[in-house]
């Protein structure tokens, strides 16, 4: 990064704020987790411990989700992650020896059904948000595909406390690229420096508002650790030797009240 992007003030400069969602304001990782063991539960395949299968899924997720921006698949990825899902799970039981389709959609049902119901806010989402809503501007800057960060964002009943909703299946682009920052700042009338991003991954959400010549504040809980995670000793993502440091580093939304001197 070009450190004359770097905001040269303290945060009493900052006018708008954007949030990421998952594992900033809501639980998804730990809902990803419930998810994966109520499908299996329900529809197993029979004969594996719940844990095995998962530790399958997460392997053929490693296989397919990262690289999926360089293969076909994205475009219908953007608006529809059913299909991506269901594959995901058809290379699962396949890892097992099964060649199943219909299996693998019944799984990829009850996953998105059972992820969805146990989809949570943390418990100080809405009283941070609440206090902010009547100060600033409020944003929602969110990767993955259109339907689902939708579907979260009205199980969640977020919608009312943002100006502005960005996701990345609608605009074609996600974080952290530099359009995307570009464009939420020029939508609350701000300069760089003014807008504050609060998020949980360094390399999406941290890296991308830095570079845009924004401030950033990272959010790092024990839980944020994917199923796919290889490992059970397996941590939160960690900040890249040399790479920019955030304006502050918190574990709670409720901590990001101070440094606003709120």
């Given at each position: 990064m070009v450190d004359s992007l770097r905001p040269k003030g303290g945060l009493n400069e900052?006018?708008?704020?954007?949030?990421?969602?998952?594992?900033?304001?809501?639980?998804?990782?730990?809902?990803?987790?419930?998810?994966?063991?109520?499908?299996?539960?329900?529809?197993?395949?029979?004969?594996?411990?719940?844990?095995?299968?998962?530790?399958?899924?997460?392997?053929?997720?490693?296989?397919?989700?990262?690289?999926?921006?360089?293969?076909?698949?994205?475009?219908?990825?953007?608006?529809?992650?059913?299909?991506?899902?269901?594959?995901?799970?058809?290379?699962?039981?396949?890892?097992?020896?099964?060649?199943?389709?219909?299996?693998?959609?019944?799984?990829?049902?009850?996953?998105?059904?059972?992820?969805?119901?146990?989809?949570?806010?943390?418990p100080d989402a809405l009283h941070v948000l609440g206090l902010l809503k009547d100060r600033y501007p409020l944003g929602l800057i969110t990767n993955g595909p259109a339907d689902v960060q939708r579907q979260e964002i009205e199980t969640l009943q977020v919608e009312s406390y943002f100006n502005n909703?960005?996701?990345?299946?609608?605009?074609?682009?996600?974080?952290?690229?530099?359009?995307?920052?570009?464009?939420?700042?020029?939508?609350?009338?701000?300069?760089?420096?003014?807008?504050?991003?609060?998020?949980?991954?360094?390399?999406?959400d941290i890296k991308g508002a830095l570079e845009a010549g924004w401030h950033a504040i990272w959010i790092r809980r024990d839980s944020d650790v994917p199923p796919s995670a290889d490992g059970k000793d397996s941590k939160p993502e960690s900040k890249p030797e040399g790479a920019p440091e955030p304006d502050a580093t918190i574990e709670t939304l409720s901590q990001l009240l101070p440094l606003l001197g709120l």
């Open positions: 900052v006018r708008a704020i954007y949030f990421d969602l998952d594992d900033t304001l809501c639980g998804y990782w730990d809902a990803s987790k419930e998810g994966l063991r109520k499908a299996f539960e329900q529809h197993g395949p029979e004969g594996h411990a719940i844990p095995d299968l998962i530790m399958h899924w997460a392997a053929a997720f490693r296989g397919f989700a990262p690289h999926i921006k360089k293969t076909t698949w994205y475009e219908g990825y953007l608006k529809n992650a059913e299909p991506s899902r269901t594959e995901q799970m058809r290379l699962t039981l396949e890892r097992l020896g099964i060649s199943d389709p219909d299996h693998a959609s019944k799984l990829s049902h009850a996953y998105m059904t059972e992820r969805d119901r146990a989809l949570k806010l943390f909703i960005y996701i990345e299946g609608e605009m074609g682009e996600g974080k952290p690229l530099l359009s995307v920052f570009n464009r939420a700042a020029a939508a609350v009338e701000c300069q760089p420096h003014e807008v504050l991003m609060v998020g949980n991954s360094y390399g999406h």
